[in-house]
């Protein structure tokens, strides 16, 4: 049974910083590729950054620039830098594994930017 377990989310202002952790369990992690995917209140779910096994990551263009996606094989943990946070970037964060159609899940962590 796979399980991921994310953290880090909160309240930050605007212009601000979070970094959200996932740490998958039940998998052989370096084999997978990786992405974190947000909901806000109202829509779908959609695709932050993805990262492959080897490392090759992928942004939506509304966080180009500002989100990083990284991932440590050691710790089996996938992490997603949020840097200059605006209002917008407000929804629950979803942590994948093996892609958004057959892949697992994590649970959603808040993230909410305002002032």
């Known amino acids: 049974q796979v399980q991921l377990v994310e953290s880090g989310g909160g309240l930050v202002q605007p212009g601000g910083s979070l970094r959200l952790s996932c740490a998958p369990s039940g998998s052989i992690f370096r084999m997978y590729a990786m992405g974190w995917y947000r909901q806000a209140p109202g829509n779908q779910r959609v695709l932050v950054a993805t990262?492959?096994?080897?490392?090759?990551?992928n942004y939506a263009d509304s966080v180009k620039g500002r989100f990083t996606i990284s991932r440590d094989n050691a710790k089996n943990t996938v992490y997603l830098q949020m840097n200059s946070l605006k209002p917008e970037d407000t929804a629950v964060y979803y942590c994948?594994?093996?892609?958004?159609?057959?892949?697992?899940w994590g649970q959603g962590t808040q993230v909410t930017v305002s002032s």
């Open positions: 990262i492959t096994s080897g490392g090759t990551t």
């Open positions: 994948n594994q093996g892609g958004p159609t057959h892949g697992y």
